[in-house]
């Protein structure tokens, strides 16, 4: 039997009956989603125990012998806790990578305020953002390992552990005792987590009794159920993980130590309760150096043209405020020691200029967001000249930035995808009635095809029939009246962006999430960022600000997971930007997605960074980096292939 139970926020949770197979309802990606405060919560007794985690620190530092000057990997490290307790006993370059951004976020919080100096990395373990020979040890902590449908996964993970590792680097994995758990796990249990929440779990072997399969069902005594979730981990013997360790080429394997957790609540320990200490030694050679460590990373930067007209610009051309902002950028790389920029901006030359650099540089970082001779239309003609010619280039691809210049097409995708989006429809070149249209004013009148808030004014938010007409109608002369216009229904709650630095496929940051304030815009006036905002400095829209947003933790969760499937699904690369707007309920719905947002160092991605105190220089950096390690990879993988 299924039911649907509400909780305070009336969004629905799927809750199961009886159910006899377990192993059938885990989703192979579990883990995507099960590392959240719920689980803080339900395992807090544990992983929120500081006592256990110095205990624990305590072990591994005794069982690796590492200098204060050690490179320490603390991988799939949740939120962080043993890499920040690392870093307090003197170790100065700890590093910590996990794939759930809420703990990873957690993570980066506590280390501001503890004032310490370890960087967090979202990433996939099995696609580690490092380079070869980088660590002197990896620390797998937790009972982290196991967590895939094929053990094939894991070996991945420390053939990965094994390249990124020094020769002679160390390994640790502290890891559930799989014999023990095997012949021990409770099949039924609950507890209570503090006076407002109780936990139940059901347990059983997988088919093949390689796995352990847990459900748990979370309960608030006021809310109700809050969650029904299944997840599984793979069982490991000691005999199994030698094994596993001796195949991805680790030598000198050793059992070092037993750890038993103490649950001061006096609960259901689980996969926690007793588990093994193995440490082993990478056996490698340094890896082969491609390029002399003093020679640069070579880039070309390509812009807009300033010599052309432009008319999403006020004053159809470059002015003094463009020609600063490029200032800005050229002085903010020019900080990067690493990399030697050359710029191209001319493009009458360009494909000349191209011809000319072509394979003397690794990659283009594509600032041209204005499009190819500064027509918007013609933004995804630059990355299909560069790719015509064979370069590299950060950003999205030409069909990447077709769908998303396409405001309908981007909103049929999400819908495709459960992601809501407001209530629209298309008005055609040849519509000219619209009473037959599913009209609910207010509603807001767009450009279908376009960016940099082109064509968004406030007479765009229509209350009525006759102000909806006259809207279109000079969005007809204004765009040509053989261009699709988009009407929508105008949402009147929390502005949003968020905006996402990296790739999923190997490391990547959502950045803080931040909302449109509009306390300084008179009361007669929409509350829409439009093209005043961004473009006419006397316009009372000039004032509007970008703070950080104040979220639920359900819907910053809800909104950054929604933005890595429309990344993905895209095919964004590198960054992008994502903007929403909450309606009455409270819910999140898709404006449009921008793949190559702007770059400038007042825009929104800089807000957003600066909001996480990551200056316009370390943003610019992160791109850059970003690129290089998803080119690292395409690299790797096709070397495999």
């Not at 790389?333 to 540089?361: E, G, P, V, W």
């Not at 053989?482 to 990547?508: A, H, M, Q, W």
Request: glycine share 6%.
């Amino acid at each position: 039997m299924q039911k649907n139970v509400k909780n305070r926020n009336k969004k629905l949770i799927e809750v199961l009956g009886p159910v006899e197979n377990l192993e059938s309802y885990v989703r192979s990606d579990w883990w995507r989603h099960l590392f959240n405060a719920a689980y803080l919560r339900t395992d807090g007794d544990v992983v929120e125990d500081q006592d256990i985690t110095k205990n624990e620190v305590n072990i591994f530092l005794e069982a690796l012998d590492l200098p204060t000057d050690a490179n320490i990997l603390d991988l799939c490290c949740g939120q962080g806790r043993h890499a920040l307790e690392i870093a307090t006993r003197g170790y100065k370059a700890v590093v910590g990578l996990d794939r759930s951004h809420y703990l990873i976020d957690r993570a980066r919080k506590v280390n501001r305020s503890l004032g310490l100096n370890v960087t967090f990395k979202e990433g996939d373990a099995r696609r580690l953002p490092f380079s070869n020979d980088t660590f002197t040890a990896v620390i797998i902590a937790g009972n982290s390992f196991g967590y895939f449908d094929s053990a094939e996964d894991d070996i991945a993970i420390l053939n990965e552990v094994m390249r990124v590792l020094q020769p002679e680097g160390k390994l640790l994995i502290d890891i559930t005792d799989g014999t023990y758990m095997r012949d021990s796990f409770q099949p039924r249990s609950w507890e209570w987590i503090d006076k407002n929440y109780f936990v139940c779990r059901e347990r059983s072997l997988s088919a093949d009794s390689e796995r352990l399969i847990s459900r748990e069902v979370i309960t608030h005594v006021t809310k109700g159920v809050i969650a029904d979730q299944f997840y599984a981990e793979r069982l490991y013997s000691q005999e199994d993980l030698h094994r596993s360790f001796s195949k991805a080429g680790f030598i000198n394997i050793t059992n070092s130590a037993n750890v038993f957790a103490d649950s001061k609540r006096n609960q259901d320990l689980g996969m926690m309760a007793q588990r093994m200490i193995v440490t082993a030694t990478a056996k490698k050679d340094w890896s082969p150096v491609k390029k002399h460590s003093a020679e640069k990373t070579a880039v070309l930067v390509l812009l807009g043209d300033p010599s052309k007209s432009d008319i999403v610009k006020p004053g159809l051309s470059f002015d003094t405020d463009d020609l600063f902002t490029i200032n800005e950028l050229k002085k903010a790389l020019a900080d990067l020691s690493a990399y030697k920029f050359t710029f191209l901006d001319r493009h009458d030359s360009l494909i000349k200029d191209l011809q000319k650099y072509q394979n003397k540089c690794d990659f283009v970082l594509n600032l041209c967001d204005e499009g190819f001779n500064n027509e918007a239309t013609k933004e995804l003609h630059i990355p299909a000249i560069l790719e015509m010619m064979g370069y590299q280039y950060t950003g999205g691809n030409p069909q990447c930035l077709a769908y998303c210049y396409d405001k309908s097409l981007v909103r049929g995708i999400a819908q495709e995808m459960d992601i809501p989006v407001p209530q629209a429809f298309i008005v055609k070149p040849e519509d000219f009635h619209f009473v037959e249209f599913q009209l609910v004013f207010p509603v807001i009148v767009k450009p279908n095809f376009g960016d940099s808030s082109m064509g968004i004014h406030q007479e765009n938010v229509c209350y009525d029939l006759p102000a909806l007409e006259s809207a279109i109608l000079r969005i007809r002369q204004d765009f040509g009246q053989n261009k699709p216009i988009l009407v929508e229904e105008f949402l009147r709650g929390k502005d949003l962006s968020v905006g996402v630095i990296g790739n999923p496929t190997t490391s990547y940051s959502i950045l803080q999430i931040i909302e449109e304030d509009y306390s300084a815009l008179p009361n007669d006036l929409p509350r829409i960022c439009g093209y005043e905002a961004k473009w006419d400095p006397k316009s009372p829209y000039w004032n509007i600000k970008s703070i950080p947003a104040e979220l639920d933790e359900d819907v910053e969760r809800f909104l950054g997971a929604s933005c890595l499937k429309l990344f993905k699904r895209l095919d964004c690369r590198d960054y992008a930007r994502f903007d929403w707007r909450v309606d009455d309920n409270g819910t999140p719905r898709l404006l449009e997605v921008n793949p190559n947002p702007g770059w400038c160092w007042d825009g929104h991605l800089a807000k957003m960074a600066g909001y996480q105190s990551i200056s316009y220089k370390g943003m610019l950096e992160e791109i850059l980096e970003a690129c290089k390690t998803r080119l690292v990879l395409t690299d790797r993988v096709r070397a495999s292939s």
